[in-house]
Structures are given as C-alpha cells and as structure tokens.
C-alpha cells in the first residue's frame, strides 16, 4: 500500500521561498505519477504541479515560473520548490499519486497524504 507523508510547510513572508517535501513509502514511486493539490479555507483542492513517472511535468498558469517540481526515485521523495510566494499561494498543500498521464484533475488520483500547511503573510 502507497502511503505519502508531507513536510516542508511553515510560514514565510511574501517573496520568499518554501521547499515542499513528499515521501512515499510501500511501494516503488518511479511508478507513480505524483502530483502536488493545495486547498486554501473555502475554496476547492485544485492542482498545482505533477511530475509523471516518464518525467514528463504540468503546472498550473498560476504558479508557472515560480514553482518547479522534481523528485528523487531512490529517496522515494518528489518536492515542490516554490519561489516568490505571494499571499494567494496560503493553503493546505497535498501530494498525491497515480499512474499515467501528468494530469492535475484530482478525481484522478488514488492516494493521499495528510498534507502541509503553507501561509504566505508578512
């Protein structure tokens, strides 16, 4: 069984940067497509980035040129390196995982982690 765990999150000022880790445990995770969802107070879990196990990769518009994803297959680790963080970028963020494509429709994947609280405040 897949299990993801999260870290990374904290508080951090507006332009300033966070590193977002996601461990995977169970199973071998160049298999999976792991994609990083954040969900702020009120509004739906949408998608932020994915990195597919053919290293192929797909962000949102709104964090384009300011987030990068890559992982790290013998660590078992994908991060999510999020630079110039703006007010809007506050929220409980989530990785999770699936096979195939590098989509960020998140019906589409199958496991969870408990997800990271990132707030972006001065």
């Known amino acids: 069984q897949l299990q993801l765990v999260e870290s990374g999150g904290g508080l951090v000022q507006p332009g300033g940067s966070l590193r977002l880790s996601c461990v995977a445990s169970g199973v071998r995770l160049d298999s999976y497509t792991i994609g990083w969802f954040r969900q702020a107070p009120g509004k739906e879990r949408e998608g932020v980035s994915c990195f597919t196990s053919g290293g192929n990769t797909n962000y949102a518009d709104s964090v384009k040129g300011r987030f990068t994803i890559s992982r790290d297959n013998a660590k078992k680790t994908v991060y999510l390196q999020m630079n110039s963080l703006k007010s809007e970028d506050t929220a409980v963020y989530f990785c999770?995982?699936?096979?195939?494509?590098?989509?960020?429709?998140?019906?589409?994947?199958?496991?969870w982690g408990q997800g990271t609280q990132v707030t972006v405040s001065s």
């Open positions: 999770a995982a699936t096979w195939g494509v590098a989509t960020l429709r998140r019906s589409q994947y199958d496991y």
